[in-house]
């Protein structure tokens, strides 16, 4: 595998809502959507919530974002579902969404060593340590999630962007009852020159293990462009798959604009994949005989 870039890319309410939520006569959308805190490890992570009005109970799905700057990260928690993103799609399609701020990003407490612009020095397993650990709060949120009374607990999927696509599978190889997992060109690219250290062997590591206890069946999804993380490295995490006997799908489109990396996290990239991702969620997710 080829390194191209350095990128890496409470207090809880527990009032039971109703079953049934009535849409206002005015509203724009056919969801509602709310800021919430939830508990990992004695941390308070910020989320977006979004569900559909009327009755439950529903498939859902929690999002994990890629790497940004400190500075970025370090602004306020955020008020609703990004523009024009797949999320808003779930959403309008009838799933509950959850869009999970990791630790140390936007309003959520805690540190994180996978800031796409970390100190020179910064090993890579220090990076990968911490990816980890957001993969610990990610099942935090689906947990939270599956003690909402509007969520079937029985059909919830995870997946992500980036750092986040691989947090996601992290996640999804520890939690048996999951119904699906997206990596959203998932992975991260680090290299230590004090140490002579890269991030190769933590990546390998991850689709091994994950690979080796993975219950859920896979979607990877990636630009052919993509010039931070290369092909190969969802195409590794593929095989590892495949040969584990796990399903598993990738889909790889055509170039988009100067950096395939970004088409997932931009409005105008999401409708390249919004439908494949959500053909896979609605044929993974759906209710079981």
Do not use: C
Request: charged share 20%; net charge neutral.
């Amino acid at each position: 595998m080829r390194l191209i870039g350095v990128v890496v890319v409470l207090v809880v309410s527990l009032t039971v809502a109703p079953l049934v939520l009535a849409a206002p006569t005015d509203a724009a959308e056919p969801y509602t959507e709310e800021s919430i805190s939830l508990p990992s490890g004695g941390l308070t992570l910020r989320a977006v919530l979004a569900r559909p009005y009327g009755d439950g109970a529903f498939a859902s799905y929690v999002h994990v974002h890629g790497s940004v700057m400190p500075q970025v990260a370090n602004h306020p928690p955020w008020n609703g579902l990004a523009e024009g993103s797949y999320l808003q799609i779930l959403a309008r399609e009838g799933y509950v969404v959850l869009r999970l701020a990791r630790r140390g990003h936007f309003g959520s407490e805690g540190t994180s060593y996978n800031y796409s612009a970390t100190s020179p020095g910064q090993s890579a397993y220090a990076v990968y340590s911490s990816i980890q650990t957001d993969a610990t709060d990610l099942l935090a949120a689906v947990e939270y999630l599956r003690t909402r009374s509007f969520v079937d607990p029985d059909r919830v999927a995870v997946g992500g962007h980036s750092v986040g696509g691989i947090v996601s599978v992290l996640a999804g190889a520890r939690d048996p009852k999951l119904r699906a997992v997206i990596s959203l060109a998932g992975g991260f690219a680090w290299r230590d020159n004090l140490r002579g250290e890269t991030s190769t062997p933590f990546v390998d590591s991850a689709w091994k293990e994950s690979a080796r206890t993975m219950t859920a069946p896979v979607l990877i999804l990636w630009s052919k462009n993509d010039t931070l993380l290369e092909v190969d490295v969802g195409r590794d995490l593929e095989k590892r798959l495949r040969a584990a006997g796990k399903r598993v799908e990738m889909i790889v489109y055509p170039p988009y604009g100067q950096n395939g990396h970004f088409m997932f996290g931009r409005a105008d990239g999401t409708s390249v994949f919004s439908a494949d991702l959500l053909r896979f969620l609605n044929d993974n997710t759906a209710r079981k005989p």
